[in-house]
């Protein structure tokens, strides 16, 4: 039978309401603005250190110096050994480092066997894409493990996936989406059983901790993680910086050879960038109860105040075990993509989902994994250093008047 699709309508003209100096950032998740401090940093290094830091002449030997002193404050808050911290250019190349060590790692090991990587359903684009890239080369099979409403992921289910030729199991600490906190320990504790009862290495165990990183334990100790990424741009560093722990003895394979990060990284380290990082990532772990307490009373009135003003909305995302910036809403019905828009030409920086996914108009695919009747994707707003309860109650009324202009223009194509 063939289906009959009724057209989106969609607005044909915005108008902008917010000149640029009152506009609102809430889209902290995706990129966050770079402190004074890191900046100040960057400069200072690029003034001081333009030799390049592989060089054995005095001023290559100071520009490394200041490359380690920046590895060693990485490692002190990840509760590790300078030499299990490897740059990259960011947490998409870190994540795809820790997939690839892993299938890599185990087809040496198993020569014939084809090592399978467990994925949660709600990963990051980079994982999912980076794991996916490995099946389409011929290199391993990819599983998902499936989650409950709030993106959970299933412990038993994780049980029951773990077979002899398990890698590597992948799933993000905090979800970059919604915010929902995974249950890392408790994953790794799974796995390690697994190794005893298979007398196995494997399977490892990989987080990408991007959003984690200022508020929660990252300490690689206690985690009993084997790899773990985090990234500059999260915390008020520099864009363009990936920190990528692997636990001692662990095998890396390089997805850019060369001899730079001990032969694991190859490509010249942005000297200036990394000790930006190193900066923004020490201020931010210092302030980090502070800022979750402040950040999570904000998110907490913001989801009242969305909860008591827009009728039928849907907050995605665990209740209360999430991380304190990101609150994830859905309007059933609405074009979600149009709605970011709409929030645009009030002033108002928000996104739909992953800056490194999709396109306008596509279902979030990490949205979707929640299974939830009628909703198809979200908006998300992520709060930071600049947001205040009053930018908040403003997006709130702006938000309002939005749907009241939208109600013509809801999303009816799905009947």
């Known amino acids: 039978m063939a289906r009959t699709l009724t057209k989106k309508k969609r607005p044909t003209r915005v108008t902008q309401r917010k000149s640029a100096a009152k506009r609102v950032y809430l889209d902290y998740a995706a990129a966050t603005p770079m402190r004074k401090e890191a900046l100040a940093a960057l400069v200072a290094y690029e003034k001081k250190h333009p030799e390049n ?73 980079s994982v999912h894409e ?60 799974v796995a390690v059983r697994a190794r005893k009862e298979n007398q196995l290495r494997y399977p490892l165990v990989h987080t990408d901790a991007c959003q984690a990183a200022q508020f929660l334990d990252i300490a690689s100790s206690r985690l009993n993680i084997d790899f773990l990424t985090i990234s500059g741009a999260k915390f008020y560093g520099p864009k363009g910086v990936g920190v990528l722990y692997v636990r001692r003895g662990g095998s890396v394979t390089p997805v850019i050879p060369g ?40 998110s907490g009135a913001l989801t009242a105040d969305l909860m008591r003003r827009v009728p ?36 108002f920086a928000v996104s739909t989902g992953s800056a490194c996914t999709g396109t306008l108009g596509a279902d979030s695919r990490v949205i979707l994994a929640l299974k939830k009747q009628g909703v198809h994707g979200g908006i998300r707003v992520s709060l930071g250093s600049d947001t205040t309860a009053q930018s908040l109650k403003e997006f709130v009324s702006a938000l309002g008047r939005i749907l009241a202009r939208m109600e013509p223009y809801a999303d009816v194509s799905d009947i």
């Open 259 to 298: 001899e730079q990060e001990q032969g694991r990284r190859g490509g010249t380290e942005w000297g200036a960038g990394i000790v930006a990082a190193a900066t923004a990532f020490a201020l931010a772990r210092d302030a980090s109860e502070k800022e979750e307490k402040r950040l999570r009373k904000l």
């Open 53 to 125: 830091p592989s060089s054995i002449h005095r001023g290559g030997v100071f520009a490394r110096r200041a490359i380690e002193e920046a590895r060693q404050v990485f490692a002190e808050g990840l509760s590790a050994h300078a030499d299990e911290i490897i740059f990259t250019s960011n947490a998409t190349e870190a994540n795809m480092t820790a997939l690839t060590s892993a299938v890599e790692g185990f087809r040496a090991a198993f020569p014939g066997k084809t090592p399978e990587i467990l994925i949660s359903s709600i990963e990051h684009a």
């Open 312 to 347: 039928g909305v849907i907050i995605n995302g665990h209740p209360t075990d999430r991380v304190p910036h990101i609150v994830n809403f859905s309007v059933p019905g609405m074009a979600h993509d149009y709605l970011a828009l709409a929030l645009d030409a009030e002033g």
């Open 130 to 189: 980076g794991a996916l890239a490995l099946v389409h080369a011929g290199k391993a099979i990819v599983r998902e493990i499936p989650g409950d409403e709030y993106g959970t992921v299933s412990l038993k289910a994780l049980r029951e996936l773990i077979t002899p030729n398990t890698a590597i199991v992948s799933v993000m600490y905090a979800n970059n989406e919604f915010g929902t906190i995974e249950p890392v320990k408790d994953i790794v504790k």
